[in-house]
Nanobody, 123 residues
């Protein structure tokens, strides 16, 4: 059974930083592309960042230069370092896994989802 468990969400003031973690189990982690999505109230879910099983990365324009996605295959964990946070970054952030980087980077629904973690940025 595949499980993706996010942690690291919380409340932070604008300009602050948070690091999200997603621990994966039940899959061959190193073979999967990983992604972070977010869903804010009244908005569509969007792909924030993705990383291939190698070194390719994708970022949505609004987070480029502020967020960094990385992975530690030895720990079966993917991270999202979020700096210079803005109130508009407030959302539930979801970790996702997919067997295809091109699929996840193009926004297609991934194979697996985590349960989500709330990020709230106050002005």
């Amino acid at each position: 059974q595949v499980q993706l468990v996010e942690s690291g969400g919380g409340w932070v003031q604008a300009g602050g930083s948070l690091r999200l973690s997603c621990a994966a189990s039940g899959l061959t982690f190193g073979s999967y592309a990983m992604g972070w999505y977010r869903h804010a109230p009244g908005k569509e879910r969007e792909l924030v960042a993705a990383i291939s099983s190698g070194v390719r990365t994708y970022y949505t324009d609004s987070v480029k230069g502020r967020f960094t996605i990385s992975r530690d295959n030895a720990k079966n964990t993917v991270y999202l370092q979020m700096n210079s946070l803005k109130p508009e970054d407030t959302a539930v952030y979801y970790c996702a896994a997919d067997g295809s980087y091109s699929d996840i980077a193009s926004g297609r629904a991934p194979d697996y989802w985590g349960q989500g973690t709330q990020v709230t940025v106050s002005s």
